[in-house]
């Protein structure tokens, strides 16, 4: 069974730093596109940055300019790097990764890091 391990979150200032973390654990054969979401209570979640194998990256206007998305493809890692967080910027982030298990490519969903910026 794959399982995402997100870590890296927390509570910042705003104007402050925070960088995302997330690997899968478990077996699998190939790892295609990667990506963070976000959550607040009551709302749907929402695309925050998303990143091919081969590095194309893509962001919600939100957070253009101030949000870059890195992987590393040895590790099958996928990073966050929030820089100048806002307090709008507060909600659960989601990773997922589209999984090759061996039959197919499936979405999976990490559990959520909580980012908290007070203003």
């Known amino acids: 069974q794959v399982q995402l391990v997100e870590s890296g979150g927390g509570l910042v200032q705003a104007g402050g730093s925070l960088r995302l973390s997330c690997a899968p654990s478990?077996?699998?054969?190939?790892?295609?596109?990667m990506g963070w979401y976000r959550q607040t209570p009551g709302n749907e979640r929402e695309l925050v940055a998303e990143i091919t194998k081969r590095g194309s990256s893509n962001y919600a206007d939100s957070v253009k300019g101030r949000f870059t998305i890195s992987r590393d493809n040895a590790k099958n890692t996928v990073f966050l790097q929030m820089n100048s967080l806002k307090p709008e910027d507060t909600a659960v982030y989601i990773c997922y990764a589209d999984v090759d298990i061996g039959i197919d490519y499936n979405k999976y969903w990490g559990q959520g890091t909580q980012v908290t910026v007070s203003s």
């Open positions: 478990g077996r699998f054969f190939n790892i295609n596109g």
